[in-house]
């Protein structure tokens, strides 16, 4: 009976796996960098398994660790940026209003139903450098994100609110 049951468990974790391998968050590979503000905020950096120089980069409460219940007045400002020579934008991820745009200038919002549902407060900025992918944002029981691609071996500085780090892209 044991033996019938280790069998089964064994099938199942198998088959849970294969099912698993084509979810997004199989897709993020190894943590490059990460430094953790507080006990739910944190600036991480990883890379994306089988794409040769992009990286997530992600800033907030990445592992849900602010009860949901008492987000109300956790808000956190994360104004930062990553350099590198040759950076581009993928997207952002996880903004605010919970889209995900491509890397192009967002049309000005000239009405209500197209503001932002926070008023716009998470943000791409412009900074005009070339090596750089600069953004505004706030969190409170979410993450915010952006995915950048840069040559693999260079180095990446990454701050955004008061934490930095520094990577090598994979």
Known sequence: MTRL??????????????????????ALGAVLGRQTIDAGHVLEARAITGKPGVVLIRWGDVGNAIDKGNAKGSAFLWGGSASCPGITLIKDVAFEDGTKREAKPAPKADSKKDAKPNGGTDQLTNDNDPNTVTWNTKTSSAWDG??????SGSTMSITSGPATISIVVP
């Open 5 to 26: 049951i280790v069998t089964l468990l064994t099938l199942t974790a198998a088959l849970s796996a294969a099912t698993d391998e084509h979810k997004p968050h199989r």
């Open 146 to 151: 952006v995915l950048v691609k840069a040559a």
